[in-house]
Nanobody
Framework: QVQLVESGGGLVQAGGSLRLSCAAS????????MGWHRQAPGKQRELVAAIDSDGITNYADSVKGRFTISRNNAKNTVSLEMNSLNPEDTAVYYCKASVRTSGYREVWGQGTLVTVSS
């Protein structure tokens, strides 16, 4: 069983910053891609940022230049540094990882709420 546990969400004023973290645990042989998705009320879940095992990153256009994704392969963690937040960034943020365990699994975290006030 592989689990992802997120932390770091909360309430912040527009223009502020937050850092999200996600730690993977369990029977893990290797982790391929890791990423962050978000789902705002009434909207579909969308990719925010992703990073592969070589450190190559991909960002949604809406967060480019404001968010930075990073990972620590030795600790099986991924983080999302979010700057210049605006109310449109309000959403539940989910960590996702593609993991080789007993087989290949795509695992989701439980989500952490980020609320940006105007």
């Amino acid at each position: 069983q592989v689990q992802l546990v997120e932390s770091g969400g909360g309430l912040v004023q527009a223009g502020g910053s937050l850092r999200l973290s996600c730690a993977a645990s369990g029977r893990i042989f290797s982790i391929y891609g890791m990423g962050w998705h978000r789902q705002a009320p009434g909207k579909q879940r969308e990719l925010v940022a992703a990073i592969d095992s070589d450190g190559i990153t991909n960002y949604a256009d809406s967060v480019k230049g404001r968010f930075t994704i990073s990972r620590n392969n030795a600790k099986n963690t991924v983080s999302l540094e979010m700057n210049s937040l605006n109310p449109e960034d309000t959403a539940v943020y989910y960590c996702k990882a593609s993991v080789r365990t007993s087989g290949y699994r795509e695992v989701w975290g439980q989500g952490t709420l980020v609320t940006v006030s105007s």
